[in-house]
């Protein structure tokens, strides 16, 4: 896996990102995930959004987290807020995105950011499974979903 910076409006990213949008459309039927972002949110050192590509150089995953702190919306002073993490899914079972998970935790560490949190859904059994087995634990929620019964937040001391 070759990791790279790329900002969130890169071709690759855009690509990637209509692929995870169109899954969270076929898994919750309410056209993807409708949480605002801009490409500014991910641009170092607030944040960050990589790609990882294979060895053909085809981009096969993605992620990114965006700093947030204490508001309106449930976040503390000092989050870093995981975003669009996304595997292709000829690409899955690899470990692909627990790899991209670390990347992106030692990222945000480096930058400061003391917690990681994240928002899924029941929906997404596997991503719920990734979160927890990498230490993840429920937590308050927050977001633009936090008043979602489908909703489910986590979050990990960096």
Known sequence: M???TVP???PDAVKLNDEVQAEYHVRYGDGGDSTPLAPTDFEPPNGVYLIAYDEADRPVATGGWRSQDANGEGNEDGDAE??????IEQA??????????AALEENARAAGRVRM???TGTKQP???ALYTSSGYEPCVKFGY???FDDSRCFA???
């Open 82 to 87: 995981l975003k669009r993490m996304f595997v």
């Open 145 to 147: 979903y936090r008043h």
């Open 156 to 158: 990990k001391a960096l």
């Open 126 to 128: 596997e991503a719920i």
């Open 92 to 101: 899955r079972g690899r470990g692909l995105a627990r790899r991209m998970l």
């Open 2 to 4: 070759n990791l790279r």
């Open 117 to 119: 949190v994240l928002e």
């Open 8 to 10: 969130f409006d890169h």
